[in-house]
DNA sequence: CATTCGGTGTCAGCGTGATGTAAAGGTTGT
DNA sequence: ACAACCTTTACATCACGCTGACACCGAATG
């Protein structure tokens, strides 16, 4: 995937140096020299991200943030020379996604835009993967609820927990200690049978099926079957 | 929203010292002293965003970090002392969001948290404000008024907010803390039943329907049966 | 094979903390 | 002063996590 960023940076052999480097790392390059330019193309939707100078001739980088958010969630990246803490609080409370000083080494400021880039990818794809399924069984976390066929479980918060961290792993074994941490929070001390009461209320649940849906690994955990 | 924020770091002094400034912040915190019980505690589900050292007793920041990716897309901050910018780069190639190096500045790192999670939030939203017809309520903003079946419910102004609140997460549910910052617009103190009055009055202004049309979820908070 | 022992299944009851709600108290605006 | 309404108090109720007790089972041991 090739991604379009934009450099809104005034000064020319700065700006040209990242510009070539960025375009050697697989990005195509749009440039700026000053704020208007950049705002303008930036709000010409032509570009996945930004990388924006605050210092700029004519209207603050700040600023050109500031009307970039009164219309769209692109992407930003601030590039200053100021090293102020204060200021970075500024920038990101205008909504930045990030913040580098100056000097930068343009090798960060890559991986730092592609970091931001994967996490847009990632969490833009959350949508479809979000409602889990396993066989009958489906988690919606949203909700809180495990559907069983589409009727949705009676479940306790402990009981949706346990389960749920079961069907995390459909098909392997979950430690009993693990499964201890994960959904009860707290360690497995000697004699505590609280687990196997869970297990226990969750089968007659989930219909006391055989095979049972959560089998008994002895001595190590449960693992809930996988739907074949 | 009150995130929840995983804290892994071995330094106790600084960790309780972050943990306190995140907690009034009105971040809800958990901790952790090695890369093991962070492991642990974050594919466990129950926090929104991880702080993770990289220089722990037992297991490498990066390992964790290597870990949980394989299995989630949970955001990480990584925290190091190491100003190597080339241990920079690695973090961000092992699937790191951001990159703060210590001694960092709590508002800082607040900050970085916030973007992060800001972020998300944007690329998540789904088209939000369209519909605000739920069954038969319809929420109109302008008149601060809800109606069912086109007849104006006679709420008061915090009972309009709580109701609007849950509407507008209608299906999901709204913990109680956040219903409290959203709706009331403070925090929620212990033994506060001010919330569970309006949700009351509320019920029973809506009809004792049942089943209730705010579902009580034990442990957690309320959430408006989505109208099928 | 009989015995032992630790791991597991589960019933029934307890205790704690969360919730529902009536009523009283306090605050605000008219 | 009065009405409206948010908040607090108080009490009843309930959900539910937890534990003790006992039965059962499988594996190891002699």
């Known amino acids: 995937m090739q991604n379009r960023v934009l450099l809104v940076e005034d000064d020319d052999e700065l700006r040209q140096l990242l510009a070539r480097y960025l375009t050697n790392q697989g990005f195509s390059v749009r440039e700026a020299a000053n704020g208007n330019d950049g705002l303008s193309l930036a709000l010409g939707q032509n570009c996945d991200i930004v990388v924006l100078d605050i210092m700029l001739p004519d209207i603050s980088g700040l600023d050109v943030l500031r009307s970039l958010r009164a219309d769209t969630h692109l992407p930003v990246v601030l590039l200053t020379a100021r090293g102020d803490e204060t200021d970075r609080i500024v920038g990101f409370e205008v909504g930045a996604d990030d913040y580098i000083p100056k000097p ?29 399924t ?14 069983q066929d589409d009727k949705p479980l009676e479940l306790t918060a402990t009981e949706y927990e346990v389960l749920q961290v079961l069907l995390a792993h459909a098909g392997s074994v979950v430690r009993k200690t693990d499964l201890m941490q994960w959904a009860l929070g707290r360690r497995l001390e000697a004699y505590d049978r609280t687990l196997d009461m869970h297990i226990s209320n969750l089968r007659k649940k989930l219909g006391n099926d055989d095979p049972p849906r959560i089998e008994t690994v002895r001595g190590l955990g449960y693992s809930y079957r996988v739907p074949t």
């Open 104 to 132: 930068c080494n343009p090798r960060e400021l890559v991986a730092r835009l592609q970091a931001l880039l994967r996490r847009i990818a990632w969490d833009q794809a959350v949508e479809v993967d979000a409602a889990r």
């Open 134 to 147: 396993y066989g009958d069984l489906r988690v919606e976390p949203s909700h809180r609820r495990i559907y």
